[in-house]
C-alpha cells in the first residue's frame, strides 16, 4: 500500500497555492504612492497622482466612472476640476532628465524650461497647453472662468549701435533715452494675468501682476498690479467676468499693495496699501476697503487711526495679516502689530557687536525664543471693525496673543487664551497650561472663565459655549454665554471619557469629540468606543449613541463635507469602526433620527478615515490596505436609507502592479 501510495504521489503531484513573486531592487524603485486625489462635485470623474517615491516623473490619472477607463497625463502637479465638472486644470513639469542636463550644463535659472498649464475638457476629450505658466487659480464655489499667470518674459537683448563719432550725444537726450526704457517682467514688477473664459476663447490680459484673487461664489476677483505706464499706473483693479469690465479701485503710480480679500460673493473687498514716499524703515500701512457702494476704495485705517492711540501708540497695521470678511458681510477682521526696533544702521559692521543675552528665569527655553524668532517678528493682534456702525474693536495684545474665532466670524464671542504666565511649566508638564477668557465682539470686553488650567479650548459653531477638556479633572467642561455659568459635563461614571491606555506619568487626555449639532443644542463626545449625546445645559441625561463597548469595537464619526459647521440632528453619519479583537476595521452608517447603527463595509484591512466626497453627488472614494494589500482607491456609491445592501465597489487605481 506504501509502494501504491508514493506512485501516485510522484504521478500526480501536490498542487500548492499560488503565491506573489518575491519584490526585487528594481521593483522597489518602481514604487508609487497615491496623492492628491480629486473628484468631480458630481462624482462622474477622479483624478490622482502616482508619484514616485524615489525619483522621477509624477503620473496624473483620470478615472471616468462611466467607462471605467483611465486617461494618463505625464508630469502633471496640482490637479484640480472646475465647479461644473467640466474641465481638469493641471500643470504640466519639464521633464526632469531635461533639467538635470541643462543644470549641469550651468544654464542660467531664468533660461530652463517652465511649466506648462493644461485644460483638459471632460465632456469632449480635448485638451489644451499652455506654455511658460508660473501659476493658476480656479472659482471655488462657481464655474466659467479661470486665471493663470504667464512666467516673466524679458525681452531680447538690443545690440548696442556703433559709434558715431560726427555726433556728441547732450546729457539731456542721454536722460530722455534712459527713461523710454520699456518696464520688464520681473518676481518684482509682476507678470502677465490672463483671464481665461473656459469654453470660448475670451481672454482679458492684465499686466504686471504681482498678488490675484477671485471671490469665492461671486464672479469676480481682485488683482494687484504694480502699473505698466501712466494710463495704467499701479493699484488695486476688480475685473467683473459678467461684463469683463476692469474697475480701478485704488491707484497709486509708486504704490505698493498686499493682502488682498473679499467677501463671499466679491461685493466688498480689503487690502493693504504703501503710498509713503518716503524712504522710511518702518512702512505706514493703510487698510483699504472697498463696496459696490463707492466709486473708489477708501482708506479705512492707518497709524494716525484713533484706535492706536493711548496703550497702543506707536503700533501699525500689520503688512502680515489678511483681512477676512465675516461670512455675512457685516465684520471685517484685521491685524494690527506694535513697531520692532531697528538695528542702528549709523555703525560699522565691526562695530555691532554681536552678542546674544538671556535670562535663566525666562518664561521660555532660549532654544524656543530663536526657533520662534521670525514667528513672532510677524505676529499680529486682530481687531474687529463693524461695518455698519463704523467701529473699531481692538481685541489682541500681547498679553493675550492666541484668539479663536467662530468660522463663519459672524457671532458676537470670540475665544482668547494665553499661556505665557506659564511658560515656565512647559519644560516638564506635557500640556500647556492657560488662563481662557470670553470676549465680546462689540465691546472688546473680556471675561476671564479658567486660570491656569491645563486644557485646549474651542468655541462652538453658533459661540453659545466654550468647550475644554480639564486634564487635572479628567473631564469635558462648558462654559455658556447665556447664564454665564461653567458646568462640568462628564463624571466617568456611566463611561470613562479619558484615555484608559494612557501609560505615561501625566494626566490622561479624552478620546476626543465629533462635532455639535445644529444650534449648539447637544454635542457628540467619544469613550474608548461609542459615541455620546451630551447635553452641555445639563438638563438631559447623556445617551449613548453606538453600542461598541459590548463587542471591543470602536465607533468614530467621519466628517464627508468640509464645509460642515454643525451636525443636523436628524442626520445620517458615516462612521469608521475598529474592532480591537479582530483588528478589523470599515464603515457603518447612524441614524440620528431613529439611532440606528448600519453596518456598511468591513474586512481584514485598514479603512481610510479621510474618504473623499462628490459635493453633488452619493460618490465616495476611499482607500483600504493591510499587510498584502497596497492602498489603492476604490470608488462605491453611498447606499441611501432604504437600501441595505451596498452596490459593489470599484478599484480604480492600480499603482503598483509588481506586487502582484
Same mark, same amino acid.
Given at each position: 500500500?506504501?509502494s501504491l501510495?508514493l506512485f501516485?504521489l510522484?504521478l500526480?503531484?501536490?498542487i500548492?497555492?499560488a503565491?506573489?513573486?518575491?519584490l526585487?531592487?528594481?521593483?522597489v524603485?518602481?514604487w508609487?504612492?497615491?496623492s492628491?486625489t480629486r473628484?468631480?462635485?458630481?462624482?462622474?470623474?477622479?483624478?490622482?497622482l502616482l508619484?514616485?517615491?524615489?525619483?522621477?516623473?509624477n503620473?496624473?490619472?483620470?478615472w471616468?466612472?462611466?467607462?471605467?477607463q483611465?486617461?494618463?497625463?505625464?508630469?502633471a502637479?496640482?490637479?484640480?476640476?472646475?465647479?461644473?465638472?467640466?474641465?481638469?486644470?493641471?500643470?504640466?513639469?519639464?521633464?526632469?532628465?531635461t533639467?538635470?542636463?541643462?543644470?549641469r550644463?550651468k544654464?542660467k535659472?531664468d533660461?530652463?524650461?517652465?511649466d506648462?498649464?493644461?485644460?483638459y475638457?471632460l465632456?469632449?476629450?480635448?485638451?489644451?497647453?499652455?506654455?511658460?505658466v508660473?501659476?493658476?487659480a480656479?472659482?471655488?464655489?462657481?464655474?466659467?472662468?479661470?486665471?493663470?499667470q504667464?512666467?516673466p518674459?524679458?525681452?531680447?537683448?538690443e545690440?548696442?549701435a556703433a559709434?558715431?563719432?560726427t555726433?556728441?550725444?547732450?546729457p539731456?537726450?542721454?536722460?530722455?533715452?534712459k527713461k523710454?526704457?520699456?518696464?520688464?517682467?520681473a518676481?518684482?514688477?509682476?507678470?502677465?494675468?490672463?483671464?481665461?473664459?473656459?469654453?470660448?476663447?475670451?481672454?482679458d490680459?492684465?499686466?504686471?501682476?504681482?498678488e490675484y484673487?477671485?471671490?469665492?461664489?461671486?464672479?469676480?476677483?481682485?488683482a494687484?498690479?504694480?502699473g505698466?505706464d501712466?494710463?495704467?499706473?499701479?493699484?488695486?483693479?476688480?475685473?467683473?467676468?459678467?461684463?469683463?469690465?476692469?474697475k480701478?479701485l485704488?491707484?497709486?503710480?509708486k504704490?505698493?499693495?498686499?493682502?488682498?480679500?473679499?467677501?463671499?460673493?466679491?461685493?466688498?473687498?480689503?487690502?493693504l496699501a504703501?503710498?509713503?514716499?518716503?524712504?522710511?524703515?518702518?512702512r505706514?500701512?493703510?487698510?483699504?476697503?472697498?463696496t459696490?457702494?463707492?466709486?473708489?476704495?477708501?482708506v479705512?485705517?492707518?497709524?494716525?487711526?484713533?484706535?492706536?492711540s493711548?496703550e497702543?501708540?506707536?503700533?501699525n497695521?500689520?503688512?502680515?495679516?489678511?483681512?477676512?470678511f465675516?461670512?455675512d458681510?457685516?465684520?471685517?477682521?484685521?491685524?494690527?502689530?506694535?513697531q520692532?526696533?531697528?538695528?542702528?544702521?549709523?555703525?560699522?559692521?565691526?562695530?555691532?557687536?554681536n552678542?546674544?543675552?538671556?535670562?535663566?528665569n525666562?518664561?521660555?527655553?532660549?532654544?524656543?525664543?530663536?526657533?520662534?524668532?521670525?514667528?513672532?517678528k510677524?505676529?499680529?493682534?486682530p481687531v474687529?471693525?463693524?461695518?455698519?456702525?463704523?467701529?473699531?474693536v481692538?481685541?489682541?495684545?500681547p498679553?493675550?496673543?492666541?484668539?479663536?474665532?467662530?468660522?463663519?466670524?459672524?457671532?458676537?464671542?470670540?475665544?482668547?487664551?494665553?499661556?505665557e504666565?506659564?511658560g515656565?511649566?512647559?519644560q516638564?508638564?506635557?500640556?500647556?497650561?492657560?488662563?481662557v477668557?470670553?470676549?465680546?465682539?462689540?465691546?472688546?470686553?473680556?471675561q476671564?472663565?479658567?486660570?491656569n488650567?491645563p486644557?485646549?479650548?474651542?468655541?462652538?459653531?453658533?459661540?453659545?459655549?466654550?468647550?475644554w477638556?480639564?486634564?487635572?479633572?479628567?473631564?469635558?467642561f462648558a462654559?455658556?454665554?447665556?447664564?454665564?455659568?461653567?458646568?462640568?459635563?462628564t463624571f466617568?461614571?456611566?463611561?470613562?471619557?479619558?484615555?484608559?491606555?494612557?501609560?505615561?506619568?501625566?494626566?490622561?487626555?479624552?478620546?476626543g469629540?465629533?462635532?455639535?449639532l445644529?444650534?449648539?443644542a447637544?454635542?457628540?463626545?467619544?469613550d474608548r468606543y461609542d459615541?455620546?449625546?451630551i447635553?452641555?445645559?445639563g438638563k438631559?441625561?447623556?445617551?449613548r449613541l453606538?453600542?461598541?463597548? /459590548? %463587542?471591543?469595537v470602536?465607533?468614530? *464619526?467621519?466628517? #464627508? +463635507?468640509?464645509?460642515?459647521r454643525a451636525i443636523a =440632528?436628524?442626520?445620517r453619519?458615516l462612521l469608521h469602526?475598529?474592532? /480591537? %479583537?479582530?483588528?478589523?476595521?470599515? *464603515?457603518?452608517? #447612524? +441614524?440620528l433620527?431613529?439611532?440606528?447603527v448600519s =453596518?456598511w463595509?468591513?474586512g481584514?484591512?485598514?479603512y481610510?478615515?479621510r474618504?473623499?466626497?462628490a459635493?453633488?453627488?452619493?460618490? #465616495?472614494?476611499?482607500?483600504r490596505q493591510?499587510?498584502?494589500?497596497?492602498?489603492?482607491?476604490?470608488?462605491?456609491?453611498?447606499?441611501?436609507r432604504?437600501?441595505?445592501m451596498?452596490?459593489?465597489?470599484?478599484?480604480?487605481?492600480?499603482?503598483?502592479?509588481?506586487?502582484?
Amino acid at each position: 500500500m506504501r509502494s501504491l501510495g508514493l506512485f501516485f504521489l510522484l504521478l500526480f503531484p501536490v498542487i500548492l497555492p499560488a503565491q506573489k513573486k518575491a519584490l526585487e531592487l528594481d521593483d522597489v524603485q518602481r514604487w508609487k504612492k497615491i496623492s492628491d486625489t480629486r473628484i468631480t462635485p458630481d462624482g462622474n470623474w477622479v483624478a490622482y497622482l502616482l508619484a514616485p517615491t524615489t525619483e522621477g516623473d509624477n503620473v496624473l490619472c483620470l478615472w471616468n466612472a462611466k467607462t471605467r477607463q483611465t486617461i494618463r497625463f505625464e508630469r502633471a502637479v496640482s490637479p484640480n476640476f472646475t465647479y461644473d465638472s467640466r474641465y481638469l486644470v493641471f500643470q504640466v513639469k519639464p521633464h526632469l532628465d531635461t533639467l538635470k542636463a541643462q543644470r549641469r550644463r550651468k544654464v542660467k535659472k531664468d533660461d530652463l524650461p517652465k511649466d506648462s498649464l493644461a485644460i483638459y475638457s471632460l465632456t469632449t476629450g480635448q485638451m489644451e497647453t499652455i506654455p511658460d505658466v508660473q501659476s493658476y487659480a480656479l472659482p471655488e464655489k462657481w464655474a466659467g472662468w479661470m486665471a493663470y499667470q504667464l512666467e516673466p518674459v524679458k525681452p531680447p537683448k538690443e545690440k548696442k549701435a556703433a559709434p558715431d563719432s560726427t555726433r556728441a550725444e547732450k546729457p539731456a537726450e542721454q536722460e530722455k533715452d534712459k527713461k523710454k526704457v520699456k518696464k520688464e517682467d520681473a518676481k518684482e514688477n509682476g507678470s502677465r494675468l490672463v483671464l481665461r473664459q473656459l469654453g470660448s476663447e475670451a481672454t482679458d490680459t492684465i499686466y504686471f501682476v504681482r498678488e490675484y484673487r477671485f471671490a469665492k461664489r461671486g464672479d469676480n476677483m481682485l488683482a494687484y498690479s504694480t502699473g505698466r505706464d501712466s494710463s495704467f499706473p499701479a493699484g488695486v483693479y476688480r475685473f467683473t467676468c459678467a461684463d469683463r469690465q476692469l474697475k480701478p479701485l485704488f491707484q497709486f503710480e509708486k504704490g505698493k499693495f498686499a493682502q488682498l480679500a473679499l467677501d463671499d460673493w466679491g461685493r466688498q473687498t480689503a487690502f493693504l496699501a504703501d503710498t509713503d514716499t518716503s524712504k522710511a524703515r518702518i512702512r505706514p500701512w493703510q487698510l483699504c476697503y472697498w463696496t459696490d457702494s463707492l466709486d473708489q476704495a477708501i482708506v479705512l485705517a492707518d497709524t494716525g487711526s484713533v484706535f492706536l492711540s493711548d496703550e497702543r501708540t506707536g503700533w501699525n497695521i500689520s503688512e502680515h495679516a489678511r483681512p477676512v470678511f465675516s461670512e455675512d458681510g457685516e465684520k471685517l477682521y484685521f491685524g494690527i502689530a506694535p513697531q520692532l526696533p531697528l538695528p542702528d544702521t549709523s555703525l560699522l559692521s565691526e562695530e555691532i557687536v554681536n552678542v546674544e543675552v538671556w535670562a535663566w528665569n525666562s518664561n521660555r527655553l532660549y532654544t524656543e525664543l530663536e526657533n520662534s524668532l521670525s514667528t513672532d517678528k510677524k505676529r499680529s493682534y486682530p481687531v474687529v471693525y463693524h461695518i455698519d456702525g463704523n467701529k473699531f474693536v481692538p481685541l489682541g495684545d500681547p498679553d493675550l496673543p492666541d484668539w479663536r474665532f467662530q468660522e463663519q466670524r459672524e457671532a458676537g464671542l470670540a475665544l482668547a487664551y494665553t499661556d505665557e504666565p506659564y511658560g515656565l511649566y512647559r519644560q516638564w508638564e506635557s500640556y500647556p497650561r492657560r488662563d481662557v477668557y470670553a470676549v465680546d465682539l462689540k465691546t472688546g470686553i473680556r471675561q476671564k472663565i479658567a486660570e491656569n488650567l491645563p486644557c485646549s479650548p474651542s468655541l462652538s459653531p453658533d459661540a453659545h459655549f466654550i468647550l475644554w477638556w480639564s486634564y487635572p479633572d479628567t473631564a469635558w467642561f462648558a462654559w455658556s454665554a447665556g447664564p454665564n455659568k461653567t458646568r462640568q459635563l462628564t463624571f466617568n461614571q456611566a463611561s470613562c471619557f479619558f484615555n484608559t491606555e494612557h501609560n505615561t506619568p501625566s494626566d490622561p487626555p479624552a478620546y476626543g469629540m465629533a462635532g455639535w449639532l445644529n444650534g449648539d443644542a447637544t454635542l457628540l463626545i467619544y469613550d474608548r468606543y461609542d459615541i455620546w449625546q451630551i447635553d452641555p445645559t445639563g438638563k438631559t441625561e447623556p445617551r449613548r449613541l453606538t453600542q461598541g463597548r /459590548e %463587542d471591543h469595537v470602536r465607533y468614530r *464619526y467621519i466628517r #464627508l +463635507d468640509p464645509e460642515e459647521r454643525a451636525i443636523a =440632528p436628524d442626520a445620517r453619519l458615516l462612521l469608521h469602526h475598529f474592532n /480591537e %479583537d479582530t483588528r478589523d476595521e470599515g *464603515y457603518a452608517w #447612524l +441614524d440620528l433620527g431613529s439611532g440606528i447603527v448600519s =453596518p456598511w463595509l468591513d474586512g481584514a484591512y485598514s479603512y481610510t478615515r479621510r474618504p473623499l466626497k462628490a459635493e453633488k453627488a452619493n460618490k #465616495l472614494v476611499y482607500d483600504r490596505q493591510n499587510y498584502q494589500t497596497f492602498p489603492d482607491l476604490y470608488y462605491n456609491t453611498i447606499p441611501d436609507r432604504t437600501k441595505r445592501m451596498p452596490p459593489p465597489e470599484v478599484r480604480i487605481s492600480d499603482a503598483n502592479p509588481q506586487t502582484a
